[in-house]
């Protein structure tokens, strides 16, 4: 973390006969090298003290301990180890208390059950999130927690990474005491008195007695076992915890902390660790755009939605949400009930769930109000425009935002691919255009890429930001061109895909291959979900624009020509028969395949699944190193955070630039030219990726946090 640390990262302060250690180490008092090696001489001290009776743990800040510091992993290991740590604090001859408040996470909450005891006060958030990041717990997590608690519930919590409660934490018996709220220094003082005056014994978690009932513990974690394989197929570590936990059943404790660390360091070294953990730091780091850092949001207290269609009323829903008043403009009053209608569905369909009461739908739903007049959005402090991707229709939808916003009002649009540069032109206030650009559908989807056209006042972009953060959206900055930085990466590799089918793939292979590597869904699967009418506008709206040397496929037209749009007209690329979720195959769109191929003079040939990845994901890496070498992402990893929260890149590659690192840029630079050969107009190596293999550099040194 940061270099200039005070020395003093754990405090030591003997208040009677009580020792109170402090941690402190900001931001979230993660367990660096200093703060192991502070915690290891603390209790060294106490027990060598004959003045100290007891000792209190304590988090200084708003935390406890968020857990080992992330930033060590990858890197070599520095002693004491923490599993080390927690064994020290577990053997003190004197009793050990640890005052909870704020995160006790992963080996913050370890740390905490090497005590003797525990208390927390009501803000504390227990858990064992390590399956986030790749890993196990590591510091004898897996063997004290089901001693404490029982296997069941002990892999509930590693398994799920859930926060708990002070007051669950209690009742399940991971915490002693609750305390209310105040002053905890006090209460761990009063606590620990009490423990001393009735003479509580040093009491090791390594004793304590919930795996006793064998057949309970056993079958529970068989059911583990089984959910694991079902739910998490394709991932490392859940498998581990699972393993883990049936050696702490079988074998004594510290045959079991020594098959955890073999497992642990397992984990450590896999990708998926390195990709899970660049996804954390990603996640943050996209927080920090130049206009986050230099300017201060405007306040929002009143959204404006033009357009009830599909985008606008999904966010109107996501601002309604988010506790905000909306105000929806549409352009006459059955386009409004509709609108209306929309937002309403949503609801009730969460009312049918029992996920909603009905009196908090009727709540939110009085703050939509609708009006067909721009005059209602006087009092909007900012609007965001979902009309049609026309550009006449958006810079007219401009003009009477311009006309009737306040002064200092926020005027976003949604657009998938016009030109924002051009739409603030438009307006007399060209500083207040922003780009707010949501994913279908917008109440759901995480990712809000934040458009910065060139004209835009910076605490216009923070008040984007802003907006991202009260909607619990993941915002990512990104620049004005054609689809800014996903649907521009994505109309490349969708191309790429395009190319293979018309070579000999089927789509059926290529979805099951990108399945494979771990997507939820294939591109085929997506363009039938989307609704194929949406592409084929746009291929029509840019036909007069396309470089005619470029390759063009036409299968996806001559699929839209018949009306098979996808599910919602019952086939696409596959059928849907009887309105059925999942497709199956059609063979009537291989004949259309077969007879495209003809017609482009194209003998097919079999591609398989390993090509079919590498041809698919370097267009993806390529096209992704173009937008940052031009300035569209800040950094790679904004790429790879739009790629995993918009388009359903598995998490655990980390994202498509880092997952080009873990490839090895030479390879993937490698595999271009290979492809170049065949189709050299498509296959331009990025000059960027060029650059990188000629430094022998990657993508994460352009990361500033990596
Ligand atoms: N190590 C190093 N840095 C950490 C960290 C950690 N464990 N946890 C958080 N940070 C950093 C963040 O990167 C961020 O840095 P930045 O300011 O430079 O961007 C800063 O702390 C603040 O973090 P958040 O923005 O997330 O702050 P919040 O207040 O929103 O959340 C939190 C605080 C709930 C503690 C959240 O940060 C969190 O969930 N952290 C991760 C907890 C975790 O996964 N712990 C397990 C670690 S693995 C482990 O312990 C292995 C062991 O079993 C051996
Ligand atoms: P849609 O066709 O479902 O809705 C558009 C709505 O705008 C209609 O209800 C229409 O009545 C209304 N409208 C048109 N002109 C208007 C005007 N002058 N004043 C008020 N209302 C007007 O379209 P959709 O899909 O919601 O798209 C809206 C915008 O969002 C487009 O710019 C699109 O590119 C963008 N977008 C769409 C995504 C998608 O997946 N559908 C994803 C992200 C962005």
Not at 249 to 276: H, K, N, T, V, Y
Not at 515 to 530: E, K, T
Not at 593 to 605: M, N, Q
């Amino acid at each position: 973390m940061s270099q200039d640390k005070p020395i003093d990262v754990v405090s030591r302060e003997l208040r009677g006969d009580i020792l109170f250690v402090t941690v402190n180490n900001p931001p979230v008092n993660a367990l660096g090298v200093e703060v192991r090696r502070g915690l290891v001489a603390a209790i060294d001290a106490a027990d060598a003290d004959p003045a100290v009776q007891a000792v209190l743990i304590l988090g200084a800040g708003r935390n406890f301990i968020a857990g080992a510091d992330i930033r060590e992993f990858g890197k070599p290991p520095l002693a004491p180890y923490l599993p080390d740590v927690c064994n020290r604090i577990e053997a003190c001859t004197k009793p050990v208390v640890a005052a909870i408040h704020g995160a006790a996470l992963g080996g913050g909450l370890e740390i905490a059950l090497a005590a003797h005891y525990r208390l927390a006060a009501p803000d504390a958030k227990l858990g064992l999130p390590e399956v986030l990041l790749g890993l196990m717990p590591g510091a004898g997590g897996t063997q004290r927690t089901p001693r404490l608690i029982g296997a069941k519930a002990a892999l509930e919590l590693m398994l799920s990474a859930r926060q708990m409660g002070a007051q669950e934490a209690h009742s399940l018996g991971v915490v002693d005491r609750l305390v209310p709220e105040g002053d905890l220094l006090a209460h761990g003082l009063d606590y620990v008195r009490e423990l001393l005056a009735v003479r509580a014994p040093v009491r090791r978690t390594r004793d304590a007695q919930a795996l006793t009932d064998r057949e309970a513990n056993r079958a529970a974690i068989e059911a583990a076992r089984v959910d694991v394989a079902r739910k998490s197929a394709g991932l490392f570590s859940p498998g581990k915890i699972v393993e883990a936990v049936a050696v702490a059943l079988e074998q004594p404790f510290d045959e079991g902390l020594r098959i955890e660390r073999q497992l642990f360091l397992q984990c450590l070294d896999s990708p998926q660790r390195a990709g899970l953990i660049h996804a954390f730091m990603a996640d943050r780091e996209v927080l920090k755009a130049p206009e986050t850092r230099a300017a201060k949001p405007r306040a929002i207290a009143h959204v404006g939605v033009v357009g009830g269609g599909t985008m606008g009323a999904g966010i109107a829903v996501a601002v309604l949400d988010a506790g905000l008043p909306v105000t929806m403009i549409e352009r006459d009053e059955a386009a409004l009930a509709r609108g209306r209608a929309y937002v309403d569905k949503v609801y009730s369909g969460m009312v049918a769930k029992g996920r909603m009461s009905s009196d908090a739908k009727d709540s939110l739903m009085a703050r939509l109000a609708g009006s067909t007049s721009y005059d209602a959005l006087a009092a909007a402090d900012l609007v965001v425009e979902a009309v049609f991707e026309d550009m006449a229709v958006k810079k007219a939808v401009f003009a009477e935002l311009d006309r009737v916003c306040k002064p200092g009002a926020v005027l976003a649009t949604n657009t998938s691919y016009l030109d924002i540069d051009e739409i603030a032109a438009s307006v007399s206030r060209p500083g207040d255009v922003l780009g707010l650009h949501f994913f279908s559908p917008a109440n759901i989807m995480k990712l809000l890429e934040i458009v910065v056209p060139a004209r835009v006042s910076a605490d216009v972009v923070a008040t984007g930001f802003e907006l991202a953060k009260k909607l619990k959206k993941v915002p990512v900055r990104a620049g004005v061109c054609d689809g800014f930085i996903g649907n521009r990466i994505l109309a490349v590799y969708r191309q790429a895909a395009d190319h293979m089918v018309e070579d000999g793939a089927s789509p059926y292979q290529i979805d099951s291959a990108l399945r494979a590597f771990g997507y939820p869904m294939g591109p085929f699967q997506v363009s039938d979900l989307a609704g194929g009418d949406i592409g084929w506008a746009t291929r029509k709206r840019k036909a007069a624009t396309r470089d005619p040397k470029a390759r063009y496929v036409q299968i996806a037209d001559r699929i839209c020509e018949r009306g098979w749009f996808g599910q919602k007209t019952g086939r696409g690329y596959y059928l849907y028969p009887q309105g059925a979720r999942t497709g199956v195959p059609d063979p009537e769109v291989e004949a259309i395949i077969d007879a495209e191929r003809v017609r482009a003079g194209i003998t097919p040939r079999s591609l398989s699944g390993e090509e079919i990845l590498r041809r698919y994901l370097a267009a993806m890496i390529n096209e992704g190193a173009n937008v940052v070498q031009q300035g569209i992402a800040l950094r790679p990893l904004d790429v790879d955070v739009v790629f995993m929260y918009g388009y359903g890149f598995p998490r655990h590659r980390g994202g498509p630039m880092k997952y080009a690192d873990t490839l090895g840029l030479p390879q993937v630079l490698a595999d271009i030219r290979e492809f170049a050969q065949q189709d050299p107009l498509f296959w331009q190596a990025s000059p960027l990726l060029v650059d990188l293999v000629e430094r022998g550099a990657d993508f994460g040194s352009l990361n500033q946090a990596e």
